[in-house]
């Protein structure tokens, strides 16, 4: 049980485009889910923490109008970057927290995103 | 600010080595801590976790990890390493919201 899942799981773009990633619990309802970036050997860096029904909450330095975040249902949030630039480049991972559940995440597999 | 530290960045050891990845966290007051484990071309799994209780944790595939209150430390733990333990570690703690904040992970590689 517990298990997330993300879709693409790795997409190629231009420069310019927007991208949106899928990140799914696929047995259970995540009240909570975040969205983590992790750039190559180094850990995961929160961006935003996305509760259904309500705006995302962001980190500091992480822009909301760039990545977007619908979190429309129980079992789906949606990150969105918008006129991606090589910079956005980045692998993108996305965590669920059980609703009611106890502080715990569990990560989907991640996307790997490379902007041309 | 929350913040956690792994003093190795990149560990080498032989099968059957015993091993021990160090974690400091910063926060003063009441923290759940984690262990996660990233295999190769895999997503991250929990290896396992601590909120309350006893300080000793045991976790899957022969881990455990102890929580020293007095010295903001969660190191983790297991006597003999095989070569498919390979894989980088991350710690993480968790305090007083929902966020969980990274270590910047151990890179674990072993030798058969």
């Known amino acids: 049980g517990a298990v997330v899942s993300q879709h693409p799981s790795w997409v190629i773009c231009k420069s310019g485009t927007s991208v949106k990633i899928e990140c799914r619990s696929l047995?259970?309802?995540?009240?909570?889910m975040f969205w983590y970036r992790q750039f190559p050997k180094q850990s995961l860096m929160l961006m935003a923490t996305?509760?259904?029904?309500?705006?995302?909450?962001?980190e500091q330095g992480v822009e909301k109008d760039k990545f977007l975040i619908n979190h429309a249902s129980l079992t789906l949030s949606t990150l969105t970057v918008t006129s991606a630039h090589p910079e956005d480049s980045s692998f993108y991972i996305c965590?669920?927290?059980?609703?009611?559940?106890?502080?715990?995440?569990?990560f989907g597999p991640g996307t790997r995103l490379t902007v041309l | 600010a929350q913040s956690v530290s792994q003093h190795n960045h990149h560990v080498i050891l032989s099968e059957a080595a015993s091993l021990e990845l160090g974690c400091n966290y910063s926060?003063?007051?009441?923290?759940?801590l984690f262990w996660y484990v990233q295999y190769p071309g895999q997503h991250l799994q929990l290896l396992l976790k601590?909120?309350?209780?006893?300080?000793l944790v045991k976790g899957i595939k022969g881990f455990e990890a102890e929580f020293i209150k007095s010295k903001f430390s969660f190191n983790l733990r297991k006597p003999s390493v095989q070569w498919s333990d390979t894989a980088e570690y991350f710690c993480?703690?968790?305090?007083?919201?929902?966020?969980?904040?990274f270590g910047k992970g151990t890179r674990l590689h072993i030798l058969p």
């Open positions: 993480a703690v968790n305090a007083r919201d929902d966020k969980i904040i």
């Open positions: 926060y003063g007051g009441t923290v759940n």
């Open positions: 047995d259970f309802q995540a009240t909570t």
């Open positions: 601590y909120f309350s209780g006893d300080p």
């Open positions: 965590s669920a927290r059980l609703a009611g559940g106890r502080y715990e995440q569990f």
């Open positions: 996305s509760n259904e029904g309500s705006k995302a909450t962001y």
